[in-house]
């Protein structure tokens, strides 16, 4: 074959995507051969609330400007909060239940003058059982990842369409799968609460975060998160008065400096899965997302209760939103995900 | 008779003691004479965090001045955070159950070198269900002044020496009585973690307060503190996923951003009447005891739930500081107060 000849884009390790993965604080790139194999990542600080004026066009190309210079016309696909109404343009939501059909199919348009194709997954709204709302935004795409990894490793049985995935973060999040769709979720200001207590209340006065290399902190601070799990989903509608505790327990000496962060936190997710638990039921064993001290957390919480659980994956945002584009035809369906 | 007489200590607006309600940010001084009168009030923005360098005595001595001019040998009482490890000296706790004479007999002593009698009020700490320690400091005495002015008013039989007081705040309490001693008490921290999240979370970035003369963005304001109240009560195990919906239903428009800080208040006190009412059994009914527009906000959604409930006091502080010098013998005793 001639060398001047076009790259056969089915060849493995030609670029034929880019996925983006843009948050609050982060923005993340991901370069996919046809095969959703990542090629290569970028990592900027420039989450949205960091891009001034708007100018999210110049923050993208500056990150992926050597993905760029190879090939200006890679399509692009983004999820997260760079399509809140804070970020580039709103995505809006799409409704539960909503699967990869549903998603791909309300991709939001971005193209530029250029002719670059460019993709905003929207967020997935579904009701709660009080009648309000209920939403998440780029956390739907980690849980399409989830989804999609789980297909190539498990038979394509009924069994395996169905699923709790719990993704836990600032705005913790419960989501309930039923054949490949999204049709429940369930939010928790778990993090949030827990940052503003500790940096802002008077619970944060008293505490100290264990030193890294002090093992014997470590494995106090991890026996007090574990008695404020137990409080914490023993009574979640005391909530309010087990923070207090954190102060009286902090008052009396019964627990370190160090020891307290731990303790609020085990409080505060205790009473996250007492509720979540009841809401969602025995049936399906709940899959942890997320970074891995994270679903670390959630994993010694949930076996510290008798609860079973497994750890899904670290990082899906970048198998989701290769997915996504598949089920989109962003990219040649080579390899048909799931 | 003669003029230069010492004048009678009973005779009333005779000055026979000062009171201080000293707290984390404010420094109150009462005047009475020997009825318990209040003859004059004092205030200044001087709370514990504000006194440099332990200079409690200037701050005391500066505000009071013009009492002392006429009587330097006043005798003093004060509650409050001065009596904490981070006040001027630190008064221990009285074990629960604790009545006038438990809190009387356990007075600290910080008479200075010029023999005036000055005393801190202990704070009062019991035993949870769950063995962990609750405490209160400067409740109590209000506490105590409910029941003297109750005691003044209503016949000494039994059922009135039982009562079950709230007082809200940033921290706030609900206090068991019995027989004129407080036997069990219950912390939550509705009030702070309402100012953190208000102040410091993604929630308080949807929040506007609405105009107080705008009397429409009043009413529907609190149109929306009842609907949290209850949505708070009806579910208390789930307040960090209730929290949450304070962002969905700003984000959707259902409530305005005015509307929304009185719903975060109504979810959050909606969850601590859940958990207290559990707590305290439907026996007594609890009487509310603070300022005029938080005891109206908790009054209201009592109301909203259809729980009975009574406005005790706005202010018990200078009266429970009078009952318990008498107690203790730091003024004549010509009117047992209880």
Same mark, same amino acid.
């Not at 348009?109 to 780029?138: E, H, I, K, N, Y």
């Given at each position: 074959? +001639?060398?001047?000849?076009?790259? @056969? ?17 982060? #923005?993340? =790139? ?18 949205? #609330?960091?891009?001034?004026?708007? $100018?999210? $066009? ?7 400007? +050597? ?7 890679? /399509? ?17 939501? %799409?409704? =539960? +239940? ?19 194709? &460019?993709?905003? *997954?929207?967020?997935?709204? %579904? ?21 999609? =990894? ?14 709790? &995935? ?8 419960? *989501?309930?799968? $039923? ?29 100290? @975060? ?27 509608g005391a ?5 207090f505790m ?5 008052? &009396? ?7 307290? /962060?731990?303790?609020?936190?085990? !409080? ?13 039921g025995d049936?399906?064993? +709940? ?6 001290? !994270? ?16 750890? %899904? ?7 989701? #939103? &290769? ?16």
């Amino acid at each position: 074959m +001639p060398a001047s000849a076009a790259p @056969d884009p089915q060849s493995p390790r030609h670029p034929v995507l880019i996925g983006l993965d843009w948050g609050t604080t982060s #923005l993340r =790139a991901y370069l996919f051969d046809a095969y959703g194999t990542e090629l290569q990542r970028l990592q900027a600080s420039q989450g949205i #609330l960091a891009v001034p004026e708007g $100018r999210f $066009r110049e923050a993208f190309e500056g990150l992926c400007a +050597p993905w760029l210079a190879a090939d200006p016309s890679l /399509p692009v696909i983004a999820s997260g909060m760079i399509g809140s109404r804070q970020g580039w343009r709103e995505a809006p939501y %799409a409704h =539960a +239940p909503a699967g990869f059909e549903e998603i791909a199919s309300r991709l939001s348009r971005l193209d530029d003058a250029a002719g670059r194709v &460019f993709r905003l *997954v929207p967020g997935v709204q %579904a009701s709660t059982q009080m009648g309000a709302t209920d939403v998440m935004r780029g956390e739907e795409t980690q849980v399409f990842g989830a989804l999609a =990894a789980r297909s190539l490793l498990l038979p394509a049985d009924a069994a395996h369409r169905d699923g709790l &995935f719990v993704l836990p973060g600032t705005h913790s999040k419960w *989501v309930e799968v $039923r054949d490949h769709r999204i049709v429940a979720l369930r939010t928790y200001l778990t993090g949030e609460t827990f940052a503003v207590l500790r940096n802002h209340s008077i619970l944060g006065r008293l505490c100290a @975060d264990p030193a890294a290399d002090d093992a014997e902190a470590q494995l106090h601070a991890r026996a007090a998160y574990d008695i404020g799990v137990q409080q914490g989903h023993a009574q979640p509608g005391a909530l309010l008065h087990l923070l207090f505790m954190v102060r009286t327990e902090g008052l &009396f000496e019964r627990f370190s400096a160090s020891q307290l /962060p731990a303790y609020l936190s085990g !409080l505060l997710i205790g009473a996250e899965i007492a509720d979540a638990w009841a809401w969602c039921g025995d049936e399906l064993q +709940p899959a942890l997302v997320g970074s891995t001290e !994270l679903a670390s957390r959630y994993a010694r919480a949930l076996h510290t209760l008798g609860l079973p659980a497994s750890i %899904a994956s670290e990082e899906c945002t970048a198998e989701g #939103l &290769f997915a996504i584009a598949v089920h989109a035809g962003l990219v040649p369906n080579y390899l048909k995900m799931v």
